[in-house]
Nanobody, 122 residues
Framework: EVQLVESGGGLVQPGGSLRLSCVGS????????MSWFRQAPGKGLERVSA????????TYADSVKDRFTISRDNAKSTLYLEMNNLKPEDTAKYYC???????????????RGQGTQVTVSS
């Protein structure tokens, strides 16, 4: 069974940083596009960032551009999200997700992890 397990969330002050990790198992991690989504209380799911299988290309939501960086280590089957200059509006549950192929322009992901909570507050 394909599994994605996120970690690294927590409570951080505005302006602080966090690094999220997502370990994938039971699939050929290096062959699939991956992404990070988030969902704030009372709001819909928002795609934060996505990355191609080899990490050559990536995309970001305007709300996180120049603050967040997505990366992956295929040898470790791990996806990362480096988050800097965090703002209260970044507070959400963050999920990593796998796309069904090599394109992150696919209509939908096919697997999502359980998520990790990020809270930005003073």
């Amino acid at each position: 069974e394909v599994q994605l397990v996120e970690s690294g969330g927590g409570l951080v002050q505005p302006g602080g940083s966090l690094r999220l990790s997502c370990v994938g198992s039971e699939f050929a991690f290096s062959e699939y596009a991956m992404s990070w989504f988030r969902q704030a209380p009372g709001k819909g799911l928002e795609r934060v960032s996505a990355i191609s299988p080899r990490g050559v290309s990536s995309t970001y939501a305007d709300s996180v551009k120049d603050r967040f960086t997505i990366s992956r280590d295929n040898a470790k089957s791990t996806l990362y999200l480096e988050m800097n200059n965090l703002k209260p509006e970044d507070t959400a549950k963050y999920y990593c997700a796998k796309y069904p192929g090599a394109s992150y322009n696919a209509l939908a992901y096919d697997t999502r992890g359980q998520g990790t909570q990020v809270t930005v507050s003073s």
